[in-house]
């Protein structure tokens, strides 16, 4: 009978730690969750790898506890998890440049659809035996001490920088923006319409009172008029003049 792999499940509460761990529970394998590097000082169970589970939408907040877990010096992965939602902010991630620049295996998970989850669990099984991964260098921690905090913090807000692709900003002009939706297909004819329907409202709610205080003003003023007019001033057949 093989030897059970010990897999140690790290990263912020909420991250989705529980569900990757449902997603990859099969015969073999125990799991222990923990959301500190003390948390895992205290296990009481061996471990073979670890997996930092990081949820993509706090990439900030998840990787400032990467350095604190690789410290432990076991063979480590990196799971982003929910990054379609991040996706959908208009950000991205370089994943080439962050593996190149932490020397940790990462790979990109969704525990609603399961992408990522076979290969993630493959990665796992091989980081185990692999004598390569056991010894792999850790460039984050490499000739730090646990206790330096600031730097890991400076380190890890340098390397956000390089790897978290941000949306490109719209540099057009107001001008622009306004003809590129008066224009569009699917807005232009609508706002057309809406334009049209205003204008038609217009015409009797507003147009309808105006007219007749203008019809008023020049009724005051014809009677204004006429009676300051001297007495005889009158047309033929006793019209005003």
């Known amino acids: 009978m093989s030897q059970p792999l010990y897999i140690t499940v790290v990263g912020l509460d909420g991250s989705g730690k529980s569900a990757?761990?449902?997603?990859?529970?099969?015969?073999?394998?125990?799991?222990?969750?923990?959301?500190?590097?003390?948390?895992?000082?205290?296990?009481?169970?061996?471990?073979?790898?670890?997996?930092?589970v990081v949820d993509a939408l706090r990439l900030r907040e998840c990787l400032q506890m990467t350095p604190s877990f690789m410290e432990h010096r076991?063979?480590?992965?990196?799971?982003?998890?929910?990054?379609?939602?991040?996706?959908?902010?208009g950000h991205s991630l370089d994943l080439a440049a962050f593996r190149e620049q932490t020397g940790v295996p990462t790979l990109l998970v969704s525990t609603v659809t399961g992408e990522g989850l076979d290969e993630l669990s493959v990665i796992l099984n091989r980081a185990a035996v692999d004598p390569?991964?056991?010894?792999?260098?850790?460039?984050?921690?490499?000739?730090w001490e646990q206790t330096d905090e600031d730097a890991w913090h400076a380190y890890m807000?340098?390397?956000?920088?390089?790897?978290?692709?941000?949306?490109e900003a719209d540099t057009s002009t107001w001008e622009e923006r306004v003809n590129r939706l008066l224009t569009n297909k699917w807005t232009g004819f609508p706002i057309f319409f809406a334009v049209m329907a205003f204008v038609f409202w217009c015409t009797f709610a507003i147009g309808g009172p105006i007219q007749d205080w203008m019809q008023g003003g020049v009724d005051w003023l014809a009677d204004l008029i006429y009676a300051c007019m001297p007495v005889g001033w009158v047309g033929r057949g006793g019209g005003r003049l």
Request: hydrophobic share 45%; charged share 20%.
């Open 157 to 167: 807000e340098g390397l956000l920088m390089q790897v978290l692709i941000h949306p």
């Open 132 to 143: 390569a991964m056991r010894e792999q260098e850790r460039f984050i921690v490499h000739g």
């Open 20 to 52: 990757v761990i449902e997603r990859l529970a099969s015969p073999g394998r125990v799991f222990a969750e923990c959301s500190s590097h003390e948390q895992m000082d205290t296990l009481t169970t061996p471990t073979d790898v670890v997996l930092q």
């Open 74 to 89: 076991h063979p480590m992965v990196i799971a982003i998890n929910r990054y379609d939602l991040l996706l959908q902010t």
